[in-house]
């Protein structure tokens, strides 16, 4: 049996292959150069950021702009899960914001978020009659908004129960710690929505605790922070949560200091922790599953370990699948 190809942590907004984007900004009139070599100049490092805020300024600044109208959102959708095909992955799961791409984070709100929210289920659901992969959905709360805004999100989760497979908390910890959203993830957890959260990125090792016994986390998005605290390991041991390590991410965001051979995949496997490996922002860091696969070997894993975080990562999967790998 083949191992399957699995990716828990993929932000739709920037899981696009860039060779698609010139005639999708030229067929929906995009306010950015269809030029690719341009183009790349503004989605990609040059250099590591090395901090999150800088990581995150495509972001802000243009990726935003690609969802100018429902079709968009459905086209995006449908391209990048194409890409995630032509990878040869098995199962995706793909998490977006309805609130940033709607444009709430440009201060020009173009579209409804539920209206976000229909699209990509639509986009998905069109792509999967022409490519095998599967791919499930993750909607974002954003940090940064305001809470009423979070509730929101909570309601479309609830509403597209049937189309969607969990929730998350995104953005930076700084300045946004979890127990802001005890509530508004109240509502997800006790409808049995799957929670994931962003913590321990680049925030502590507490925000992981706290994700976990409060927000009711069965999985924590990077969480390489855990390797700090002896208790923290001992409770994602425990309770058997699954972490959704990005290693070109960590580095490139400076939640890996230093050298990207400080990651603490191995350590925290080594050590018990459940854990995966995924891509988090392939658009901006020129890199793919592959990629970080190859990462993870040159921080030690063995192709027995990268099968194991592979099975890992299809029985973490959030949605009703009992054996991706035999579908």
Not at 72 to 87: D, N, Q
Not at 147 to 166: E, H, M, P, T
Not at 225 to 246: N, P, Y
Not at 271 to 287: C, H, I, Y
Request: proline share 6%; net charge negative; charged share 25%.
């Amino acid at each position: 049996m083949d191992t399957p190809r699995i990716d828990l942590h993929r932000h739709l907004e920037a899981a696009v292959d860039p060779n698609d984007l010139p005639p999708f900004i030229q067929k929906h009139k995009i306010d950015l150069p269809s030029d690719l070599e341009r183009l790349r100049a503004l989605l990609r490092f040059t250099a590591r950021p090395g901090n999150l805020a800088a990581f995150l300024e495509p972001f802000k600044q243009h990726i935003h702009k690609f969802f100018i109208t429902e079709a968009s959102v459905r086209e995006f959708t449908k391209l990048c899960i194409r890409r995630a095909a032509l990878e040869g992955l098995s199962y995706l799961e793909l998490r977006f914001s309805p609130f940033y791409m709607a444009g709430a984070y440009a201060g020009t709100q173009r579209l409804d978020p539920e209206s976000v929210v229909s699209a990509v289920c639509e986009g998905r659901d069109e792509a999967g009659s022409e490519h095998p992969v599967r791919v499930g959905l993750i909607l974002i709360v954003g940090r940064e908004l305001d809470i009423q805004k979070g509730q929101r999100v909570i309601d479309l989760a609830l509403r597209y129960r049937s189309k969607i497979c969990g929730v998350d908390l995104a953005g930076n910890e700084h300045g946004f710690p979890p127990h802001l959203f005890r509530d508004v993830f109240a509502r997800a957890r006790e409808a049995g929505v799957p929670i994931t959260i962003h913590a321990g990125e680049t925030g502590s090792a507490e925000n992981i605790r706290y994700s976990v016994e409060e927000l009711g986390a069965t999985r924590i998005g990077h969480g390489i922070a855990a390797i700090h605290d002896a208790s923290v390991v001992s409770l994602l041991k425990e309770r058997e949560i699954v972490l959704e390590t990005c290693p070109i991410s960590n580095w490139l965001t400076g939640a890996v200091k230093g050298d990207p051979s400080n990651h603490p995949l191995m350590k925290l496997h080594r050590a018990g922790v459940k854990v995966t490996v995924n891509t988090d922002d392939p658009l901006l860091q020129s890199s793919w599953l592959a990629d970080d696969i190859r990462q993870a070997e040159a921080l030690g894993a063995t192709p027995q370990d990268i099968a194991s975080f592979m099975i890992t990562a299809e029985t973490a999967a959030f949605t009703d699948v009992l054996s991706i790998s035999n579908a």
